[in-house]
């Protein structure tokens, strides 16, 4: 069976300062996809950043970065300076390539505030 | 390029009755999926539509939920009746087929919060 878990239901962070946000996952799908979405207040789920299983390096994109830990299963999502925007939830999904369904398995969830 | 669009935005129902959700996908988007999250919960996956066809209804809770996908563009998601258990926001996502063993992006829309009372 496939599952996200996202330990952290609430964080606070200082604007300007770095966060880092838990992601475990457990499957038996030797190669899967892991993503992050955004979910401002608005409700839209934003596309945030990809980690491929078989990628050597960890994925990045501007302030967003994932720091991939195959052997720990794990898949945090680090947001360096953090804005008054990023203020949001933020959710953990996968989606393994090898089982032949396209669903992604996601998490409960971190709610993120930023502080000014 | 618009993204996927959802109507309505919110919808309250009384228990008993029907409600219909409506997904726009992204143009060109043969993949289309619904996922529903209720309060507090993890977003679960309902289904997933290849052009008008479903490759996995596997996530469907109970046959009170019927989701067509007529002509392969729009998809419509009902509820009949509604149950007090359906409440939660509904998601719509597509993606474009990128083949097999590589994950497709899949972009979300606003969502429907559907409130059963």
């Known amino acids: 069976a496939q599952k996200i878990t996202q330990t952290q239901p609430g964080m606070f962070v200082q604007e300007k300062e770095a966060v880092t946000l838990d992601c475990t996952y457990d499957t038996s799908d030797p190669s899967y996809g892991l993503f992050w979405y955004k979910q401002p207040s608005s409700g839209e789920m934003i596309f945030l950043i990809y980690?491929?299983?078989?990628?050597?390096q960890n994925a990045t994109e501007g302030r967003y970065s994932l720091n991939f830990q195959k052997a720990r299963k794990s898949a945090n999502l680090v947001i360096s300076a953090s804005q008054l925007g990023d203020s949001a939830m933020y959710f953990c999904a996968m989606r393994g390539l090898t089982s032949g369904t396209y669903k992604y398995i996601f998490g409960t969830g971190t709610r993120l505030k930023v502080l000014a | 390029e618009a993204g996927v669009t959802q109507f309505p935005s919110h919808s309250v129902i009384e228990k008993g009755q029907t409600v219909t959700l409506r997904c726009d996908p992204i143009s060109g988007h043969d993949n289309l999926y619904w996922y529903r999250r209720v309060m507090g919960k993890e977003i679960k996956f309902l289904l997933h539509f290849v052009k008008e066809s479903k490759q996995d209804e596997s996530g469907m809770p109970n046959n009170r939920f019927l989701a067509e996908r007529t002509g392969g563009t729009y998809s419509t998601l009902k509820v009949q009746p509604a149950e007090l258990e359906d409440s939660g926001v509904y998601f719509c996502a597509s993606s474009q087929y990128v083949g097999t063993g590589v994950p497709d992006t899949q972009y979300f829309g606003p969502g429907t919060r559907l409130t059963v009372l």
């Open positions: 980690q491929g299983s078989y990628d050597q």
